[in-house]
């Protein structure tokens, strides 16, 4: 069934929610209850999987977008936007754009260690765009990175519609053509996308210090040659996650994120203690 044949219905969630501390969220599974053209909500069905940063239920891919120039990358957002969905289960995919003002290389380099799908785009010149739309084929993605990166632009070419983008420079100075509301858009050859806000900072929550490595998986498949078990990557000695590093088999950027990372968590423990 293709979303122009179904029924589109503005509906309310029951207070029985809010009591219950749930929201409902963008991609939710839910049964509705229909009164005078208007829909209830009355149940939501369990999530395969949740991201809380963006905000969306049962995504199963999560592309990552960052422009090879204006923004400049922010390469510690991004991993840490890797974690969280490496922890939830949701397959990543980078995506470099504006490769039509620079190619991307530095962002390419600092990722072709991790194993993860690049794809490199312009929606300028609509490259790329295509194979893009190949890699989400059936899947429900959701767009994320900086405010500016090209999401609505990547989005408007691969769905047809026309989303609203906005200089970079406005962005930052009046807050304009920013993407305020999330909305699922189907793709003809299958599959859904969803437009998200762009976001500049994020907090990583819900795991120890010691388990950070397991979610970098460049290092998650070297760690079981370390000489220590319980080898968190950074001191100890024969760490093959150390030696890989420093062989640039793992990118310097990741492995710097990786130990940024690991601190911050340390530090939030004992805190917390
Ligand atoms: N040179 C170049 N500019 C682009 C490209 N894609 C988007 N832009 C521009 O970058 C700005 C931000 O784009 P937008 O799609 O609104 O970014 P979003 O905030 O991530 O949704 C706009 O001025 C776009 O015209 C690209 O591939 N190349
Ligand atoms: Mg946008
Ligand atoms: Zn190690």
Redesign the pocket.
Known sequence: MKASDRCVYECKARGIFRKLGITPMIGDFVEVEVKNGKGNITAIQPRKTSLIRPAAANVDMLVL?A?S??PEPNFLLLDKMLVHAEMNGIEPVICI?????DDGKKIYDAYKCTGYEIVK?????N?GTAELEEVICGRTAA?A????????????RITGNN??????S??IHRGR???RHVELMELEGGGYVM?T??FSSMELTGVRAEELWRYFPEMAKRAGECRFRGCVHINEPDCAVKAAAEAGEISTSRYQSYRDLYDTLKDIKEWKN
């Open positions: 977008v422009a120039k204006e754009n504006k490769t039509d003002i785009v312009s929606a300028l010149r490259e767009f990175g900086l405010s500016g990166v090209g999401k609505s632009s990547l989005l408007s989303l609203q983008t906005g200089a970079v406005d962005k053509h920013t993407t437009d806000p762009g």
